[in-house]
C-alpha cells in the first residue's frame, strides 16, 4: 500500500519570494508521483508529474518539483510567488491502481 | 478546462435520501474514476470503471454505488444518505486503465441536513 505525508499543512509566504512544499510518501513498489492544485471553489488540476526518467519535473506555473528515491520525497518548488499562486496543494502517489492523497498544504501568499 | 463534467454543481438533500451523480469523461478517455473530498477523510478514491466494466475499488461504502454506460458517461449512486455524506464529489477521466495521468472535474457538492 502506498501513503503520502505533506509536512505543512499550512504555509505562509511574501510575494516574490520563494516556496518549497514538501512531500514524503511511502510504498513498497514503484510509484508515480503527482502534485495537483486547488484554487478556491475549483477541481483539481495537474501541476506536474513524475512517471520515469529525469528527477527534476517542471509543471506549469512556474512550479517544479524533484524526486529523491533515497528520501522517498517529492517536494514541489516556486522560486518567486505571485498573489494567483494562493490554493491548496495536493501530492499524490500512484502505484499499481489507486491514487493515493496527501491531506493537502494550503498555501497563502501575502503581499 | 479539464474537459470533465460533473453535474449537478451542487447538491442539498435530506438524510436517508438517494441522489445521483453524473461524469461526462474527456473525448476519448476510457477510465473514469470517483473521489470523496471531506473536511475529516481528505481525498479519497471510491472507485474506478474502464470502459464499462469496474476495474478497481476504493473506499466505496455499500450505500454507494457506481456504473459507466456504453457512451462511457458515469453515475455515482448515494443512498440512504447521512449527514457525513455531505461532501465533495469528484469524478476523474484517463485514457488508460492504470490511470498515469487524471483529470478532474469541478467537482459536485453534496450537502446532507
Known amino acids: 500500500a502506498q501513503s503520502v505525508t505533506q509536512l505543512d499543512s499550512q504555509v505562509p509566504v511574501f510575494e516574490e519570494a520563494p516556496v518549497e512544499l514538501r512531500c514524503n510518501y511511502s510504498s513498497s513498489v514503484s510509484v508515480y508521483l503527482f502534485w495537483y492544485v486547488q484554487y478556491p471553489n475549483q477541481g483539481l488540476q495537474l501541476l506536474l508529474k513524475?512517471?520515469?526518467?529525469?528527477?527534476l519535473v517542471k509543471g506549469i506555473n512556474g512550479f517544479e518539483a524533484e524526486f529523491n528515491k533515497s528520501q522517498t520525497s517529492f517536494h514541489l518548488r516556486k522560486p518567486s510567488v505571485h498573489i494567483s499562486d494562493t490554493a491548496e496543494y495536493f501530492c499524490a502517489v500512484k502505484g499499481a491502481q489507486k491514487l493515493v492523497f496527501g491531506q493537502g498544504t494550503r498555501l497563502t501568499i501575502n503581499p | 478546462d479539464s474537459g470533465v463534467t460533473q453535474t449537478p454543481k451542487h447538491l442539498i438533500t435530506a438524510t436517508g435520501q438517494r441522489v445521483t451523480l453524473r461524469c461526462s469523461p474527456r473525448s476519448g478517455d476510457l477510465s473514469v474514476y470517483w473521489y470523496q473530498q471531506s473536511l475529516d477523510q481528505g481525498l479519497q478514491f471510491l472507485i474506478q470503471y474502464y470502459n464499462g466494466e469496474e476495474r478497481a475499488k476504493g473506499n466505496i461504502l455499500e450505500r454507494f454505488s457506481a456504473q459507466q454506460f456504453p457512451d462511457l458517461h458515469s453515475e455515482l449512486n448515494l443512498s440512504s444518505l447521512e449527514l457525513g455524506d455531505s461532501a465533495l464529489y469528484f469524478c476523474a477521466s484517463s485514457p488508460t486503465s492504470r490511470g498515469e495521468t487524471q483529470y478532474f472535474g469541478p467537482g459536485t457538492r453534496l450537502l446532507v441536513l
Open positions: 513524475y512517471l520515469s526518467g529525469s528527477t
